[in-house]
């Protein structure tokens, strides 16, 4: 699989080493895997939804965790532009989808659709000569998917558009092409589609204290007043969350950005979180307390907003994550420091620091 054009870019960037932060972990609930507490009640507590990424790996145990612990899953590729359809001449192959209906459905969980437009996984066919042609096209491909899955109550409709050099729009692709015109049609011909769904843009490096993020907030934050002002039909931000040891969080920013966004009437969504431990010590109990220490202090400062009503881990487990997986991930651990521990469950999919972290965190948030 190979890892989004837009994370590679971050190796041409300068990232802040290091976090040089003291942790430590509560020792709260420890217990067997059937009387953990479970993170999706946890946060329905508390308004908030919990979720997961999620491939269909058949493994038991894995299943189990997705299961018991998410109230949402997200196909974490199978939903993208050109899997559903990849050329003009091949019919539209829905096949691996409705399976993740049939497992959302058997688990009381809900889907969320990610995504019907990514710049860097474009569906070719459908760009016409045209804006009138493309409009056509595409919009044939949002009402086609969006109308079939009426179980799908939210949607990335466009994901990542920001840029990170000039953080305006992207300037490829549809977007690039047509600018806020394009995103509009999407936004409208999804409502349209499904009119029961919560619409939302999703875009990344909105979390750190380094300028990049911050130059993104602000753009991300200009595109949601032009949407708004255009009268788009726009329900979230997704944030999508991928945390990284290099690149030290700013929680206090990224709530100044939900606010934000809060005031424009929409609500955030934290919607692909991990923590990448990329530059964290070998020692693995040390690693998992400062991974658990990004996790609280990340959650803890987002969630204080009410406008967050959602967390979708990216995945939940290390026995299927793509930073480990995806072995071109531009932010690999050194050699010889042993593999990444990114996610909430190790690889047997028992419980990690983290865990306990965010069952913390979800259980002690002000209730929305
Ligand atoms: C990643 C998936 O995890 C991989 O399986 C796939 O190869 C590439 O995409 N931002 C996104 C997600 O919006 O769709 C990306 O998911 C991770 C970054």
Redesign the pocket.
Known sequence: ????G??SAVTRRRAVAGMGVALCMPAVWRARADSLPVLRDLGAANGIEVGS?F?LDPDPKYRAVIARHCAVITP??QM?PPQIKPDAESPYNFSIVDRFMEFAAQHRQAIHG??LY?AHLPIDWAVGATFEETKRLYGGFIRTVAGRYRQVDTW?VL??LIDDDSWKLRTDYLVGQYGYDFIDFCLRTAREAAPHARLAV?D?WVECAAQLCEGKRAGVLDMLKRLKAMGSPLDALGI?S?LYSRMPIDPDATFGLINEAAGLGLESWIS?LDVNDSTLPADIAERDAQVADIYTRYLTGTLRHPAVTRVIF?GISDYYN?VLY?KEHWDQRPPETGDARPALFDTANDPKPAFYAVARVLAEARPR
């Open positions: 699989m190979k890892p989004p837009s994370l990424a491939s974490e590729w993208k990610h995504t990514w990335d994901n990542e999703n990344y999508q991928h692909e990216w793509w995806d």
